[in-house]
């Protein structure tokens, strides 16, 4: 299949919107992602690749891909070619830092990027996008910067170590480096003003560093911006992340063909839905439809009880009947990403859905579930001091 690049992918009326700057399904099952597959002209996670990593690997494929959370890719089979030959590779991944405290639905992408980091023992960035806030919101630079730091607390909280993981924040690490700033630039020369209108959809009222920035998130993906842990060789990259943010790295692939750089490879995951229903994804501009990473047991309680959608019936009479509705259940939805355990899984599916379990004990599978994973998350993050922050940030070499 050929692949989209430089141009603008056509959107219809009935298209589920998403971009890195919006995301909403059109129907209550959620985004149709086998139809976003197609738009966007990546590859389908499916059985065979899934079996040949297990091969290449010697591990159980986690279950974000055993259960297509992470659904599609890039070239991953070029990566499992390389650790097939004992040759290197690196992973990037990414956050915009925000105000708000993180919910579990940002932990996905940081999740299985520590285990896909794990499996392959590589090194990994991670970069802090600071500089795309004080773009596209209305926040200053100082500020900004200061969300970069928290935030990146949060994500060491993940498990991340300073022996393989390198944190920037743009608006600190780009002036100190360049290297990352030359390649930029190498980038910002290969686009055209249409080109990135085709592909970010900016228009004339846009502000130019927005124009510029999607070069910012792209130079990670060539090895060379980091010349302290990668010195001048030309090291191939795997980025794990959003959907969202396919159309930067579109870009980034098709920038490294004419830069003479590896084309970066991609895996690609869903949205962790918001509490009220699988047409959006978990937002932290809406407490209600978010569970935090500093949330209470009491609060992850209540708000699961009160707020998550259910596909259950109206009675119990009713529901014993007809039975629930795993594909819209947000309960549900929660337990493929939080329980790892894939006959409880199935056996909570058939039981949802023959209506011998209501609801109400849905929920509180999915309560006993989430609550020790934030808790454990939590007891991490209380390690995470800024002598640590510090560590992370340092620029070094980094063994590879
Ligand atoms: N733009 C992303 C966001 O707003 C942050 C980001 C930067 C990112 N580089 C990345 C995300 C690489 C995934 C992979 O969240």
């Not at 141009?7 to 992602?33: A, F, H, Q, R």
């Not at 297509?68 to 390389?82: A, Q, V």
């Not at 608006?171 to 630039?185: A, R, T, V």
């Not at 209501?358 to 609550?371: F, H, M, P, R, S």
């Amino acid at each position: 299949m050929v692949e989209q690049q430089m141009e603008n992918l056509s959107v219809n009326d009935d298209d589920d919107v998403v971009d890195p700057w919006n995301v909403t399904g059109k129907s209550e099952t959620g985004i149709d992602y086998d139809k976003l597959i197609k738009r966007f002209g990546s590859q389908k996670i499916d059985e065979s690749l899934i079996q040949r990593f297990e091969t290449v690997t010697g591990k159980r494929a986690h279950h974000f891909l055993r259960r297509g959370i992470f659904f599609s890719h890039r070239d991953f089979h070029n990566i499992l070619s390389l650790y097939e030959k004992g040759e290197k590779f690196y992973l990037y991944t990414g956050r915009g830092p925000s105000s708000e405290s993180m919910h579990i639905g940002h932990m996905i992408p940081f999740v299985f990027t520590k285990w896909l980091q794990d499996v392959f023992n590589v090194p990994l960035v991670i970069q802090l996008t600071d500089d795309e806030k004080v773009l596209w919101r209305d926040i200053k630079v100082e500020d900004a910067r200061q969300m970069a730091f928290n935030n990146a607390k949060d994500i060491i909280a993940v498990g991340f170590d300073p022996k393989n993981t390198f944190i920037f924040n743009d608006l600190d690490f780009i002036g100190k480096c360049p290297e990352f700033y030359q390649n930029m630039i190498r980038i910002q020369k290969c686009v055209t003003f249409n080109q990135a209108k085709g592909i970010f959809g900016f228009g004339d009222s846009d502000v130019i560093g927005k124009v510029s920035f999607p070069a910012v998130e792209a130079a990670p993906s060539f090895s060379t911006s980091f010349p302290f842990i990668f010195g001048k060789k030309a090291v191939p990259c795997l980025v794990p992340c959003a959907i969202d943010q396919d159309p930067y790295f579109r870009m980034s692939r098709d920038v490294a063909a004419r830069l003479k750089f590896p084309k970066p490879s991609l895996l690609h995951s869903t949205f962790l839905p918001a509490l009220q229903g699988a047409q959006h994804k978990m937002s932290a501009s809406d407490p209600n439809a978010s569970i935090f990473l500093n949330d209470t047991v009491k609060q992850i309680k209540n708000k699961i009880n009160k707020y998550a959608f259910s596909g259950g019936q109206a009675t119990v009479e009713e529901h014993r009947e007809k039975g629930g509705n795993t594909s819209v259940d947000i309960s549900y939805k929660y337990l493929t990403f939080f329980l790892e355990d894939d006959d409880r899984l199935n056996e909570i599916k058939k039981q949802y859905e023959s209506g011998e379990l209501l609801t109400g004990e849905l929920k509180k599978i999915a309560i006993e579930t989430i609550t020790p994973f934030v808790q454990a998350y939590q007891a991490r993050r209380a390690a995470v001091t800024d002598d640590v922050l510090k560590q992370f940030f340092e620029i070094r070499p980094i063994e590879f």
